[in-house]
């Protein structure tokens, strides 16, 4: 055996070895995504533990509809923090599945969701970009819970906002769509 082919399997070696750098990153991401689960949840406690604060028969009118306001923000605030979770549990899973190695549990389980299990880059990108995509559709819901409308313009770009977000939202499912529509009318010919 040459020299070269000795330093050459040794390179190589050491190359695919440095893929495990990654695991890194799967543990950063796994400890963040257990930070803001954590977090959502003690903002979810302490919500409802505020929430009998609606039943005082001092909280009337604008007051009243003012914590109903405050108390539905705080909900969009928790379904915010529960999905940037799930974006980094998700990037956590998809960056050891894919520079790591599979994770049997998740391939052998009939019940194990189809979410987590990831067999391309582009596989985890577009699981990605679904939950941020719904992270920005709430992160638009919040601010147009507190948005004034103060004339006509306003209602019409709250308008266009939403018909840009029933676009993406329509974009996002429609590449999807296809291969199922494919495989129907390959039945319906039969």
């Known amino acids: 055996m ?17 893929r495990l750098i990654v695991i890194s990153a799967v543990i950063v991401s796994m400890l963040a995504s257990m930070g ?12 409802l533990a505020h929430l009998g604060n609606y039943l005082s028969p001092d909280l009337m009118g604008d007051a009243r509809a003012g914590f109903r306001a405050q108390t539905v923000t705080h909900v969009v605030e928790i379904i915010d923090g ?5 974006v980094l549990l998700i990037f956590s899973l998809g960056l050891y599945e894919l520079f790591i190695s599979k994770i049997d549990q ?9 979410v987590l299990v990831i067999h391309s880059l582009d596989d985890l990108k577009t699981r990605l970009s679904k939950v941020v995509l ?9 601010h147009a819970i507190s948005m004034k409308f103060n004339s006509s313009l306003d209602l019409l770009y ?4 939403i018909a840009f977000i029933g676009l993406a939202l329509y974009l996002s499912h429609a590449a999807d769509v296809p291969h199922s529509r494919a495989g129907e009318k390959a039945g319906d010919k039969s």
């Open 2 to 18: 040459s020299n070269q082919n000795v330093v050459e399997r040794v390179f190589e070696s050491m190359l695919w070895r440095s």
């Open 36 to 47: 803001m689960f954590f977090l959502a949840t003690v903002d979810a406690y302490f919500m």
């Open 82 to 86: 529960y999905l940037l979770a799930t």
């Open 106 to 114: 998740a391939e052998g389980e009939e019940r194990a969701s189809k």
């Open 134 to 142: 719904m992270i920005l559709v709430v992160k638009f819901f919040e």
């Open 158 to 161: 709250l308008a266009i906002g």
